[in-house]
């Protein structure tokens, strides 16, 4: 009798697709296994088959992921990205290891293809963290009765988006995500594969119970605001949530908000990034619960790339070296220059140094930690004091934000 051929994780082929995607619903035990299959049928037809990844075991997919394209907003700059989503494993194969097989090989996979950075959103921080994600920030969420969101404002300026809208949107999301970073932007593509998975019409008709609705708001016949948003839970718990309410005046998002509230369920909440200043606005800032709420996991798949993707003042200058470990791709040991705004790879040792993993690194470089906090956490062991100084001018000053609607 022979023995059984080990698991391995790889790319499907073309006839395993609908069956990566019956694992995940098996996984997440929905209804209908129409999402997951709009996602990873999307996934390969645009991106590629070797954009998923699949555990074979007993020649049976028993897990699977998707990998997300997409490029990535450190504030100014621009860096490959992709996300990781769909993480599953059917329920009658935990415990065996055949998600963490998948988890490393889309490490490897994004390394190869050159996505220096990634994300996602996590069922548990521990558990991802094993693979180099880290958590990469925080989200402000702020939840009102709807008789209160009803009465901040006149909602006539508000009305359904069509595909017509897309590039005005897109504008007012570019405006808002080099604020901050980990944004991805949105294009066709991204527009492709979300109307895809929701199954969105964009023409007035998407349910917000079952799909993703988009609405704009225009003044004098300008867009400068929009929602994308659903209702969850029932009864008394039911509520609408603006899953990203992006707006270039406070008129335009309180319109919004009014809008929502006229869907009739009892609350309605809505996400921002951490240093919104919503309550600013409000006459009485105690008719809304307010929570801060852990948010996405960022990971730097390439670390030298990721920092020659960046750009710095041009008043700093100098080199640094870096020796990061990494629980899928071993160490990265590498020296930089930092000369005329840039961050360059050289082959010359440098003399000051910073040690970490890239748990740690990721959240330098998204800006959610400052190396000097990094360093009194115990995270970053220096050469010299230098070294740090040196690492607080190179990093970003920036607030990572990811809205909920963002693959992953």
């Known amino acids: 009798m022979h023995d059984s051929k080990p698991a391995i994780a790889r790319a499907p082929k073309y006839d395993e697709v609908h069956r990566a995607a019956e694992v995940a619903q098996l996984a997440f035990e929905t209804e209908s296994i129409q999402t997951w299959l709009s996602s990873f049928s999307w996934i390969a037809d645009n991106e590629g088959l070797d954009h998923l990844v699949v555990t074979e075991a007993q020649e049976e997919i028993v897990a699977a992921l998707v990998c997300t394209p997409g490029t990535c907003y450190i504030t100014n700059d621009l860096v ?26 889309s490490v490897q996979v994004l390394y190869e293809k050159a996505y220096h950075t990634s994300a996602l959103w996590p069922f548990s921080y521990n558990y991802y963290r094993k693979f180099g994600w880290e958590l990469g920030g925080e989200i402000r969420s702020y939840t009102m009765p709807s008789e209160f969101a009803a009465s901040l404002t006149d909602p006539s300026g508000t009305r359904p988006a069509t595909r017509d809208d897309l590039p005005a949107i897109n504008a007012l999301f570019d405006q808002m995500a080099r604020n901050y970073t980990c944004c991805c932007v949105r294009n066709e593509r991204w527009w492709g594969f979300k109307i895809a998975v929701h199954d969105l019409k964009l023409d007035g008709t998407d349910d917000p119970r079952t799909s993703l609705p988009v609405m704009v708001h225009e003044t004098d016949g300008k867009i400068d605001g929009y929602v994308m948003f659903n209702i969850s839970g029932e009864g008394e718990n039911e509520s609408i949530k603006g899953r990203e309410l992006i707006a270039e005046n406070p008129q335009a998002r309180r319109s919004i908000l009014a809008a929502l509230a006229g869907f009739g369920a009892p609350a309605v909440k809505f996400f921002a990034p951490i240093n919104d200043g919503f309550l600013q606005e409000l006459p009485n800032p105690r008719a809304v619960r307010v929570d801060i709420e852990p948010g996405f996991q960022f990971r730097v798949v390439n670390p030298s790339a990721a920092l020659e ?19 899928v791709l071993d160490t990265f040991d590498f020296d930089t220059e930092v000369s005329e705004g840039r961050i360059t790879k050289v082959n010359s040792r440098a003399k000051e140094r910073l040690y970490m993993d890239i748990q740690t690194f990721a959240q330098l470089y998204s800006g959610y930690v400052r190396p ?10 220096p050469t010299s004091k230098e070294a740090i100084e040196f690492a607080e001018k190179v990093f970003p000053k ?5 809205p909920l609607v963002e693959v992953g």
Request: no cysteine.
């Open 80 to 105: 490959p990205f992709s996300a990781v989503g769909s993480v599953a494993t059917h329920p009658d194969h935990r415990m065996h290891g055949y998600a963490g097989m998948i988890m490393t090989k």
């Open 309 to 327: 993707m960046r750009s710095v003042d041009t008043s700093i200058s100098g080199k640094l070296g870096f020796t990061i470990t990494d629980p």
């Open 372 to 381: 000097v906090r990094a360093y009194e956490l115990g995270r970053i062991q």
């Open 398 to 402: 920036a607030i990572p934000f990811r």
